[in-house]
Structures are given as structure tokens and as C-alpha cells.
């Protein structure tokens, strides 16, 4: 991180519609310049945090602050923040130019100037050719880059995005990305991106909060996120892991040996307490994962058979059967000339196995 | 030719036919009391059981700008129209509002409550609003009139502008506070663009409404204040049937000139939100 300075901060938000708790005693800081992703599952309140930021809501209670000022109750259009919808929310009786230049319009500036700006904002986003264009005369990409130039073209200095990529397909998904990271480079904003694609926030972000029914799961570096998982629906929400359910028969500074049906694992237990006995669930990613066909140590080392193979362009995804119901899966290389039927050792290696309480799917 | 395609084709050429028909005999229907009206305003010498009359001419409209006040029944249609568009909307508008964007509780009663107006007799109605109007002496005022047509022309802008408020999608609208607009700003520069489509087919409504109304104007106007269709009941009272022909013909033009404006302007894409160039 640069210079560790607070730009927005969430203080204790709690935010109810009827009975139900959106978003619950909420408590973040993201530092200025930075690339915060708000990561979770649908209807975990992300874009209710998001329309507290911008005023859209109001939080039932906390406090919002923007560069130390306490905005709470301060109504959105003084706010001097960006918003990306999902859905674009062009305005539909504007032009590209025209909803381009409404903020600049609002905010009463000299009409050549406003010309000049919005022209080179078009062009940013690759647009100028098309400002004369109504909203639905646009591909979603390209209305998207409305969405774009319109919450950028009056230089707030924090700007949201709600889910912006999420009505697009994979290609412009990944194309628009790079973009919304040129323009972050070239105009210095601090964000707040919402999505419920994992690899959008492993790519974009500076750090990444986990969110799951309105609470922060977990709040880290990309890095720390997928290699550190904290709770198990971090675990299992970020990335792909196999996931193994077994019964805890011993433990040692650190590791705790797990008894599943006929065969035997020892992994690490980081973040939950664990007592013999308990019922427990065991993450492993498949790249983690060695295998062979012989069997070099005896730990964490399974027997097993290939009983499918999924080639998907840059690699054979194979799923191993090593137990009666136990099938894990591990990538191999797209050359290898594995075949279904063969046989297989594989080792999952002690500390790549991550232990936590079992919790009931949700 | 194939004997399947044929025999479709034939089926398809049946069903053409049984909907022209039935299309002509709607014109023909809706379309036949003009035809009478219009023909006893030009013709001249049409007595007894004769199909046309003998012969054509604007006789009875010379007769109409000389036994009334054509010009000035002419504007006081006009006037009172537009006082009643502007007393609708303003009061139909933010009433629509309410009923459309903000979360009412007694939404349905609300809309049974404005609706109450047109579901007793427009004359028992009238009857109870002149009597008002006498205390309040707004009786022979445009404006008195004007009032007593918009008490049935609000509810139909509350329900036009109710559904067209509803439709609009509340995220445009936030965005446009995001980007820094104040409510006012919102109002102006968004929701009445998007919302033209309605507010057309609004005025146009209350328009028509109160350039025809009769009955309300019948027990409010005065001597200041007579309307085309007051002045064509007033000349067949008087025997003038040929006169008030004349004067119909004259209230139909503003209403065919709307009609006009209605096909061009409310195609059901404008309808459905994209609003351009309005
Ligand atoms: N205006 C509202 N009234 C009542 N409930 C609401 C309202 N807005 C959102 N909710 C509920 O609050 C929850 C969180 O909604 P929110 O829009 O924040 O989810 P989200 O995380 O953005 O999901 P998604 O990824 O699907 O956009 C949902 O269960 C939703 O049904
Ligand atoms: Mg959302």
C-alpha cells in the first residue's frame, strides 16, 4: 500500500429492510488510492453498502465518513462521488454526449469547456465516435463506457462500481477490466468495487473483503485471500477447493490428524478450535496437490483411480476416486496422456490442508 | 403449387377478408354520425326523407358568427382547456407521485377515493358542484368552470401518470443524484423528459375532455363563459339544428389536429421509455 491514508470509512453500519439485517455493525476503512473489492454471493448486501456510500440509503445505524467528513446524512448529490451501476442506468432520452455531460451541466460549468472535457472523456473510454448515439442504439459494452465516462468525467475522487461487468460477456468482461484499471492508473481515484466474480476481485483488487449476510468474513490482500482463507466460507467461496468431511482424532502443535471413511489426512488447523471428535472439514486446492505412480511418502498419501478427465484449454482437470464417495480433483499438465481406469497415487501435502469446523452448507 | 401451401394461402385470404369486414363496418359505425353532421352543416335545403341535400354551402356558418358570439365561445373553449390542463397536472402530477414512486399504504383505497367522482351520475355530480360554486360565486368565470372540469379530468391524470411514474426506473433516477443533480434538478432535467409519453397522452385527455364537456359547463357557465358545446345545444334549443351542425364541425377540428398529434408522437416505443427526441 502507498501512503496509508483513510479516504472512506464505515463506521459500526447497520442497515435493516422490515426484520431482516442487510448489512449488519459494519466497520471498514479503505485507504485513498485504493482498489478495495467487496466480494460475496448474491443478496449479501453489497450493493445496499454501496447505496449507503452514495446516499442513496440510509443506514438504520454508524456513521460514513469521506476524507474524515461524516456524510452520513449528507444527501447524495453533494456527495462528489462516482457511481458504476450494474445495470448502466442511462439516462435514455440523452445522448452520448448529453449524459456525459450532465455532470459537468449540474455543476453549472462554462459550456466550451464542458465540451472540451466530455470530448476527451469519449475518447478515453473509445467512444467519441459514437456521442450523437441514444442509449439503446449502444452494445452493452458500449453503454457500459457511458456508465464509465459518466461517473468519471467530473474527477470524484472516490468512485463506486456495482457489479459493472456482470451484464457483459466473458470477453468484454476481461477487456472492460483492463480498462477500469488503465483509467484508475490515469486518473488516481480511490474505489470500491462490488462483484461476485472471484476472479474479477483477484485481479483488480488492492485488497478484497469477504462479505457473507451483511458481516465481513474476512478483509486481505488478494494473496492473503486465497492462500489464507480464514473461515471456511472464505475457503470455500474464493477459488476452487476440494472439500473432504471427516472426524478430528488427534492433534499436534498445530496439525490435527482427520479420520475420514478408510483412509487417514493431517493438515493444519489455523483459525478454528478444534477438539478430538468433532466433525470437520478439510480444504485443498487442486494445483496443491502432487500426484504419481508410485508412492514416495506415506503421509497424506492416497490410493486411487482416475474416474473422469476434463480438458478445459489450458489444462486436464482430473477427478481421483480414493475412497468409496471420495473423489478429489487436481490439474494436470494438457499434455499428459492420462487415461480413465488408470491408477494413481496422490499426496496432499499436510500443510496445503486446511482444517475448520464443519459448517452447515448455506 | 403445392396443395398444402395452397389451401393455407386460401385460409390466409379468408381470414383477410372477414377482417376487412370487419374493419369497415367499425369505420362505418363510428365514422356515420360525423358523415350526418358534417352534411347538415354544408348542405343547404335537406328537408324531409331526401338522402343528400340539394346543394352545398357555408351558409350556416355565416349564420353561426352572426346569431352568436363564435370568436369568443371559440376562445372561451380554448381558455378554459388550458386553465384545465394546467389546474390537472398541477394538482394530478404530484398526486401521481405519490401514488406511483413513494410506498403508499392506502394506495388502492387512494386511487377508489379519486376515482369516486366519475361513479355517480355526472349530472346529480354537476348538480352538487354548481351548488358549491354559487356559494363561492364561481359561477360565469372561466376559472369556476375550468375547476369544475378538472374535478373530472385529475382522476384520469392521476391514473396516466400514476402507471407512467411507476414505470420509470427509480436507478436512472438516482444516478442522476449520484452525478449531483438536487431534486429539482432530477424532476426537470429526468423524470419529465422521461416521462413525456404520459404527460402527452395527459394533456391531450384533459384537453379533448374539457373542450367537449357538457354537462358540468351546462350548470356552471354564464352569460362570460359559454363553450362550443354549450352554444350547439343552445342553437338546436333555439331550432338552429342546421347551426349547430356547423358549430360541431368546428369543435371537431382542434380534436382531429390532437389526433394527428397522438399518431405521430405516441408510438408504443416512446411508450416503453426510450423517449427520443421529444
Ligand atoms: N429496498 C429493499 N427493500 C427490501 N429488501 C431489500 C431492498 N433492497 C435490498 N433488499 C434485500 O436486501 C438483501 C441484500 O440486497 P443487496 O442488493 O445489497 O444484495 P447484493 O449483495 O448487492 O446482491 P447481488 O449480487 O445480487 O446484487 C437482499 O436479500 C434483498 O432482497
Ligand atoms: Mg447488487
Not at chain 1, 473510454?125 to 459494452?141: I, N
Not at chain 1, 456508465?147 to 468519471?152: E, F, I, K, P, V
Not at chain 2, 384545465?84 to 387512494?110: D, F, H, M, N, Y
Amino acid at each position: 500500500m502507498i501512503d496509508k491514508k483513510v479516504m472512506i470509512s464505515l463506521k459500526n453500519i447497520t442497515k435493516k429492510f422490515g426484520h431482516a439485517t442487510v448489512v449488519n455493525q459494519l466497520n471498514l476503512d479503505i485507504y485513498e488510492g485504493e482498489m478495495l473489492t467487496l466480494l460475496g454471493s448474491s443478496g449479501c448486501g453489497k450493493s445496499t453498502t454501496l447505496n449507503m456510500i452514495t446516499g442513496s440509503l440510509t443506514p438504520d445505524n454508524g456513521e460514513i465518513h469521506i476524507r474524515g467528513n461524516d456524510l452520513t446524512h449528507v444527501p447524495s448529490h453533494k456527495r462528489e462521488i462516482g457511481l458504476v451501476f450494474q445495470n448502466f442506468a442511462l439516462f435514455p432520452h440523452m445522448t452520448v454526449f448529453e449524459i456525459v455531460e450532465f455532470p459537468l451541466k449540474i455543476r453549472k460549468e462554462n459550456k466550451k469547456e464542458r465540451k472540451v472535457k466530455v470530448m476527451e472523456m469519449l475518447r478515453l473510454v473509445q467512444l467519441d465516435h459514437l456521442a450523437e448515439r441514444y442509449p439503446r442504439e449502444l452494445s452493452g459494452g458500449q453503454q457500459q463506457r457511458v456508465g464509465l465516462a459518466r461517473a468519471l468525467i467530473y474527477q470524484p475522487k472516490v468512485v463506486l462500481f456495482d457489479e459493472p461487468l456482470s451484464n457483459l460477456d466473458a470477453k468484454l468482461r476481461e477487456e472492460l477490466r483492463f480498462e477500469i484499471m488503465n483509467l484508475k492508473d490515469k486518473l488516481k481515484f480511490t474505489s470500491i468495487y462490488v462483484t461476485h466474480d472471484q476472479e474479477e476481485a483477484l485481479t483488480l483488487s488492492d485488497r478484497i473483503a469477504v462479505m457473507k449476510n451483511g458481516v465481513i468474513q474476512q478483509l486481505g490482500t488478494p494473496l492473503e485471500i486465497y492462500n489464507e482463507p480464514q473461515t471456511p466460507f472464505v475457503a470455500d467461496f474464493v477459488g476452487i477447493s476440494n472439500k473432504i468431511v471427516g472426524q478430528c482424532v488427534g492433534k499436534d502443535n498445530g496439525h490435527a490428524s482427520i479420520q475420514m471413511d478408510g483412509f487417514q489426512l493431517r493438515g493444519l488447523v489455523k483459525h478454528d478450535e478444534i477438539q478430538n471428535g468433532d466433525k470437520v472439514i478439510i480444504f485443498i486446492r487442486p494445483e496443491d496437490i502432487q500426484f504419481g505412480n508410485e508412492c514416495s511418502t506415506k503421509e497424506n498419501t492416497l490410493q486411487g483411480e482416475v474416474r473422469n478427465i476434463v480438458f478445459s484449454g489450458e489444462r486436464k482437470e482430473c477427478m481421483v476416486g480414493v475412497a468409496e464417495g471420495e473423489t478429489i480433483r487436481l490439474y494436470m499438465n494438457k499434455q499428459s496422456d492420462i487415461a480413465i481406469g488408470q491408477g494413481l497415487f496422490v499426496h496432499l501435502p499436510s500443510d496445503s490442508c486446511k482444517i475448520f469446523k464443519f459448517f452447515a452448507n448455506e | 403449387m403445392n396443395p398444402i401451401t395452397h389451401s393455407i394461402r386460401a385460409v390466409r385470404t379468408g381470414k383477410k377478408v372477414v377482417i376487412y369486414a370487419f374493419l369497415l363496418g367499425f369505420a362505418l359505425f363510428i365514422l356515420s354520425p360525423f358523415a350526418v353532421i358534417i352534411v347538415s352543416a354544408f348542405g343547404e335545403g335537406w328537408f324531409g326523407a331526401r338522402w343528400l341535400p340539394e346543394s352545398w354551402g357555408i351558409r350556416w356558418f355565416q349564420w353561426a358568427f352572426q346569431m352568436t358570439d363564435l370568436v369568443q365561445v371559440t376562445m372561451n373553449s380554448f381558455v378554459i382547456a388550458a386553465l384545465t390542463i394546467v389546474i390537472s397536472l398541477l394538482i394530478g402530477v404530484p398526486t401521481a407521485w405519490a401514488i406511483g414512486k413513494r410506498k403508499l399504504r392506502a394506495k388502492e383505497l387512494l386511487i377508489a377515493l379519486i376515482l369516486l367522482p366519475r361513479m355517480i351520475p355526472e349530472l346529480t355530480y354537476a348538480l352538487g358542484t354548481a351548488k358549491i360554486f354559487y356559494t363561492l360565486d364561481l359561477i360565469n368565470t372561466h376559472l369556476g368552470v375550468a375547476l369544475a372540469h378538472s374535478t373530472i379530468t385529475i382522476p384520469y391524470v392521476v391514473l396516466i401518470m400514476s402507471a407512467t411514474f411507476e414505470a420509470l426506473e427509480q436507478r436512472v433516477i438516482d444516478a442522476g443524484g449520484v452525478c449531483g443533480a438536487n431534486w429539482f434538478q432530477r424532476f426537470l432535467y429526468l423524470v419529465i423528459p422521461m416521462s413525456m409519453p404520459g404527460i402527452l397522452a395527459a394533456v391531450i385527455f384533459v384537453f379533448v375532455t374539457s373542450f367537449n364537456e357538457f354537462t358540468l359547463s351546462m350548470m356552471t357557465y354564464g352569460p362570460q363563459t359559454v363553450t362550443l358545446p354549450i352554444q350547439t345545444y343552445l342553437s338546436i334549443g333555439d331550432g338552429y339544428k342546421e347551426v349547430a351542425s356547423a358549430i360541431s364541425v368546428i369543435l371537431l377540428i382542434p380534436s382531429i389536429l390532437i389526433l394527428g398529434v397522438i399518431v405521430k408522437q405516441i408510438k408504443p416505443e416512446n411508450l416503453s421509455g426510450g423517449v427520443k427526441g421529444l
